[in-house]
């Protein structure tokens, strides 16, 4: 009988379990980080490609950018990461405030991140360096502020989700956005680890 | 290591096991930086530090933070896929830059 079934049905009609929502968001989040790698990877061959091509054009691009202020980014994004991962753990021990907490941690580190971020970038338009310089400088801004754009969305999920922790969504029968929000955000700082060693360290 | 799983099928990753993560990631930018300022006479031996480092980083958050280590097999299937098409995005393009033969054409 249909009204069987029915009765099975979770609040969003389209799972059968709270488990099969559960996994079936954590495996989307899962293919759009595929999908991402891809997005990234297509500026990594150019990448790959130009380095190969002019070798010393990278040496000279990289020598004028900070190895002090990508490093602190580095440490910042790295600490952010740390910080949401305890996060998920503390919404599944039921840890509400604790969540809230670490997310506003999160949040600082991201915006701590953009405030670095625009002092590169004035620094970079102080000394008369654009995108249009040269190839290297194209693809730094292009990579850098792509990721940006992915800090800022990273953050704006994380708020979302901090608020309706904050009204006390979140148990330890429900941290599936918790947790896809904080695979998102680890996906910002993993592509950061390969442009922090391509941009900035490889001579 | 804790198996502690919960009643979605999510696993806990112990606080301590994350502390121990962060510590390796801050320790491993450390040595990947120090790296980058010593000049071993090959440009191309600096790169491959550097991306190996970024490696050992990534797989750490991707195994511990992003719980992957515990993740069921079509997890990482699409994963794995993702990375054999960027292997093969940049291995082609490389080898097209390195080997391609120009040829000469007299009119």
Not at chain 2, 21 to 32: C, K, M, R, W, Y
Request: proline content about 2%; overall charge neutral.
């Amino acid at each position: 009988m249909a009204a069987t079934s029915v009765e099975h049905l979770h609040s969003d009609g389209h799972f059968v379990t709270p488990q099969d929502k559960y996994s079936s968001m954590k495996l989307g989040m899962w293919l759009f980080i595929a999908t991402e790698i891809l997005l990234f990877g297509g500026l990594f061959a150019v990448y790959a490609i130009y380095r190969a091509k002019f070798p010393e054009m990278f040496f000279n691009g990289r020598d004028e950018l900070s190895l002090l202020l990508g490093t602190t980014n580095t440490v910042i994004l790295i600490v952010s990461s740390f910080s949401i991962a305890m996060g998920v753990t503390a919404i599944q021990r039921g840890k509400k405030n604790l969540l809230t907490f670490l997310i506003i941690v999160t949040l600082l580190c991201g915006a701590l991140f953009g405030v670095n971020k625009y002092f590169e970038y004035t620094a970079k338009f102080h000394h008369g360096i654009f995108p249009s310089t040269d190839i290297f400088f194209a693809l730094y801004f292009m990579m850098t502020s792509l990721h940006m754009l992915h800090v800022i969305v990273g953050m704006a999920i994380l708020f979302i989700i901090m608020i309706f922790n904050m009204k006390g969504k979140y148990s330890p029968s429900n941290y599936t956005a918790p947790e896809v929000g904080a695979l998102y955000w680890h996906l910002v700082d993993v592509i950061w680890i390969y442009l922090f060693g391509l941009l900035y360290l490889v001579a | 290591m804790s198996t502690e799983t919960h009643e979605l099928g999510g696993h806990i990753v112990p606080y301590k096991d994350l502390v121990l993560v962060v510590t390796a990631l801050v320790i491993l930018t450390g040595i990947t930086v120090f790296v980058s300022t010593l000049d071993f006479g090959y440009a191309a031996l600096n790169i491959f530090i550097a991306m190996a480092i970024a490696s050992v980083k990534a797989c750490l958050v991707s195994l511990w933070f992003m719980h992957l280590k515990f993740e069921d097999v079509i997890t990482w299937i699409f994963i794995i896929f993702s990375l054999v098409l960027l292997c093969l995005l940049i291995g082609f393009s490389l080898s097209d830059e390195f080997l391609r033969i120009t040829p000469k054409v007299n009119f």
